[in-house]
């Protein structure tokens, strides 16, 4: 019962939020250490609190495609839905980068494009360093640059973007 989503959700882009993420990349989540121990039962403040913990971003790495930390939170948040409000507090946050990092990729999976665009051009003043967990090693990326990939990638964390249409 812990891989479902709130039945208080509503659909993102005409589908269950999770399936934003693809089918393989879920069920490995879920298989995942960190997702059975530190995930259940999480709410929005729980996840914003395992946020400020978290030391990269990433997707998948290693040799079996281990979810980082950053991608189960991630799923923890399509599943629950926060409300607005909470994730703009995400994307206002100064103090922690990752949290600021999270708020900003959910909300580039399940905003609405000038939402999007509205909220996550000011991280292009944001020039911190920020730790990006590869699947062979690691790299050094900075929050300007993580708001030019979610606003022109395709793809980020090995995730599917829906199609965020030109300015």
């Not at 790495?61 to 703009?88: D, H, M, S, W």
């Not at 395709?154 to 300015?167: E, N, Q, S, T």
Request: aromatic share 12%.
């Amino acid at each position: 019962m812990a891989n479902v989503t709130d039945p208080l959700a509503h659909s993102v882009h005409g589908t269950n939020p999770q399936n934003l993420v693809e089918y393989i990349t879920r069920q490995k989540i879920y298989d995942s250490l960190y997702w059975k121990e530190e995930c259940f039962g999480l709410s929005a403040s729980d996840v914003a609190t395992k946020a400020t913990d978290l030391k990269a971003l990433g997707g998948s790495y290693g040799g079996n495609n281990k979810p980082t930390r950053f991608l189960c939170l991630a799923l923890k948040l399509l599943q629950i839905q926060p409300e607005e409000g909470i994730v703009e507090e995400f994307l206002e946050n100064e103090e922690f980068k990752y949290v600021r990092a999270l708020g900003a990729f959910y909300l580039r999976l399940t905003g609405r494009p000038a939402e999007i665009y509205e909220l996550i051009e000011p991280l292009f003043n944001d020039f911190r360093k920020l730790r990006f967990r590869e699947s062979t090693g690691w790299k050094v990326t900075y929050m300007d640059e993580l708001a030019d990939e979610l606003l022109t990638s395709d793809r980020y964390c090995g995730i599917a973007l829906p199609h965020l249409p030109k300015r």
